[in-house]
């Protein structure tokens, strides 16, 4: 059942009605939130404005369908929305001329109350979780000829539509399609995608829509109040963000941050009975994190563990932090947000200023990995605690353009006098520990924390950058691409070989500079291992960029082509002609350069030359 909110109690005993006339507590059965502020009419729906003013206009211009179908989250009002529209189908003061279906209901009429109470012959609602066959849809189909009884209109309300059988949808076909006059249908469902498009394109739909928060945190005040409840507003704050704009899911745990805090909702109250982390906590976490401070980070999520939190729930409240500085820093006015605390708003917006947009976009990413496995984990608060690592080694992956800039000013260095000592942050700085890599642009000169309001023992800790040696022995000279493919040969690393021989389109090559385009299917890596490589080879510093340039062919495919004119050229030789034409299917397999005799040294032609005399027998040659 669908139930959201409602402003009108439907039951004595409730507040504003006389004490006289309220029984006795013993004899009052107790009713849940989400049932005694239920809405009975149209004005009392939150958040579903759009649906009203439509139907509003159908009322008024008369032009009222055969069947609508609600959709929506659980709990935004379906089967509510549902028995409220039966109402202003057949809604008739007493007393008053008739005046036809309405949304404006401002008294009881005749046929309300047992509407209201499900009781009214007229309107009649069907379960199709448990009723889903063929022959629940008859009993609907051979009633639907009769005229009501007592009210305008006849009307049927299948709640969990989808739950249907293929066969009974199939039955529903025609009937939709063509019912009565006096027939109305009203269908509600949570799943829209598992009803068939043959009974969708048969009705009129409404999209129900989440409750904003602002919206819903202003109701749960309202009725706080009415049920003369205090509560604070970080509690009421809490309830509405695990509702998720769920009104009846807001009223049930509003009932039960009550019941748990015997008659007063308090924030702490409410974060023990969800098992949350305090929202300040969680900023204290996040920042510990971005900043490097490791120890301090697992002081907080441990202490927040033994306090009752989830380290899952916490992960999630943490990556819905980075979230909010995230929209705190982008999107202006997202600080007058109800539901977010003092804390949340005030030191949100000092990290909005202070953060880039790409270490938020890395701290989300990283978050969000780790949701799962801390859900999976056999130890969850292990698992969290490695994923607090990886935010606060967040260093150790620089962005590509900050690794563009540092390798530039590294050769920069190598090259210019005095090379042989290394220029402060060069080389170092992307092994250091910390969240170095999650920095203003442009780099500063020493990695150091994206918080550097208080320094990280791992940073300071970090090992000094490594002397450069005073001198590297001079290693071949490759002029030319094919130098490096040769000594790659010799090096024995016959894997990067066949690489810069298959996958490599050069587009530039100069002394300490190779620009290419990387072939579709070769492996993403080579620019990196060619780099290394080359390193080691020369002793001096390598650039080798990938490229989008078309570039050469690479070495491959140019002595394919080779080899292909050596055998055309031999093929288009007239001896070989002669023995192709005799030899019916024979094929030209390989052509190899022959050495003269008595001399070492190769020779030009090709392996059928002009001066080869012609064989005696050419049945006795071999092709």
């Excluded at 509690?235 to 009846?248: F, P």
Aim: proline letters at 9%; a negative charge.
């Amino acid at each position: 059942m669908d139930e959201t909110h409602g402003t009108f109690p439907d039951e004595p005993g409730l507040p504003g009605m006389p004490a006289a006339s309220a029984p006795a507590t013993a004899a009052t059965p107790y009713r849940v939130l989400a049932r005694k502020y239920r809405p009975q009419t149209f004005d009392d729906l939150i958040g579903q404005g759009a649906m009203v003013r439509t139907l509003a206009n159908a009322f008024s211009a008369n032009r009222i369908p055969q069947a609508w179908m609600l959709t929506g989250v659980r709990g935004v009002g379906k089967t509510t929305t549902a028995r409220i529209l039966a109402r202003g189908l057949n809604y008739v003061r007493t007393g008053q001329p008739d005046t036809g279906p309405t949304v404006s209901m401002p008294e009881l009429g005749q046929h309300c109350q047992a509407i209201m109470e499900s009781r009214h012959m007229d309107v009649l609602e069907m379960d199709a979780a448990s009723h889903t066959g063929i022959d629940d849809v008859r009993g609907i189909i051979d009633g639907i000829r009769y005229a009501p009884v007592s009210a305008r209109y006849k009307v049927y309300i299948v709640d969990e539509v989808h739950m249907l059988s293929e066969k009974a949808f199939n039955a529903f076909l025609k009937t939709l399609e063509e019912p009565p006059p006096h027939a109305k249908f009203v269908f509600a469902t949570t799943e829209i995608r598992k009803v068939p498009v043959t009974i969708l394109s048969r009705c009129q739909r409404f999209d129900l829509r989440r409750v904003e928060a602002d919206v819903l945190s202003a109701h749960l005040k309202k009725i706080c109040a009415a049920e003369g409840v205090e509560a604070e507003d970080e509690a009421l704050a809490a309830v509405t963000r695990a509702a998720e704009g769920s009104v009846r899911d807001a009223l049930s745990l509003l009932d039960q941050a009550i019941a748990h805090g015997a008659g007063a909702v308090t924030a702490a109250g409410v974060r023990d009975m969800l098992g949350l982390a305090d929202r300040s906590r969680i900023v204290d976490l996040f920042e510990a994190a971005m900043r490097g401070d490791i120890p301090a980070a697992f002081a907080e999520i441990r202490a927040q563990y033994d306090a009752g939190a989830d380290p899952a729930v916490v992960l999630s409240d943490l990556a819905g932090f980075t979230h909010l500085v995230t929209r705190l820093k982008l999107v202006p006015g997202a600080e007058a947000d109800p539901t977010l605390s003092e804390a949340e708003r005030v030191r949100g917006a000092q990290f909005a200023g202070r953060l880039p947009v790409r270490a938020l976009s890395r701290a989300w990413q990283i978050l969000l990995k780790a949701l799962p496995e801390v859900q999976a984990a056999p130890r969850p608060l292990a698992a969290a605690e490695m994923a607090i690592v990886r935010l606060a080694y967040a260093a150790d992956l620089p962005t590509p353009d900050e690794a563009l800039r540092q390798l530039r000013a590294d050769i920069a260095a190598s090259e210019s006098p005095g090379a042989g000592t290394p220029r402060p942050g060069g080389g170092g700085a992307m092994a250091s520990h910390g969240s170095a890599a999650l920095q203003m642009a442009p780099p500063p000169p020493s990695p150091r924390p994206v918080l550097a309001s208080v320094p990280s023992p791992a940073t300071a800790s970090a090992p000094a950058p490594r002397p450069t040696p005073a001198a590297v022995p001079a290693g071949p000279r490759l002029g030319r691409f094919e130098d490096v493919v040769a000594q790659a040969e010799a090096a024995r690393d016959i894997a990067l070989k066949v690489a810069l021989e298959r996958d490599v389109h050069l587009v530039r090559f100069e002394e300490g500079r190779i620009e290419f385009r990387l072939a579709p299917g070769g492996r993403q890596s080579l620019a990196n291992d060619l780099a290394r490589a080359l390193d080691a080879w020369t002793g001096r510093r390598w650039v080798v960029a990938v490229s989008k340039e078309q570039g050469a062919p690479t070495l491959a495919e140019n002595s394919r082509a080779a080899e292909e004119t050596r055998h055309q050229n031999a093929a288009a030789h007239p001896l070989v002609r002669e023995v192709l034409s005799r030899f019916p299917g024979a094929q030209i397999v390989d052509v190899r350069d022959k050495a003269p005799e008595g001399d070492g040294a190769e020779s030009a032609s090709e392996s059928v030359g002009p001066a080869a005399p012609p064989p005696e027998d050419p049945e006795d040659d071999d092709n």
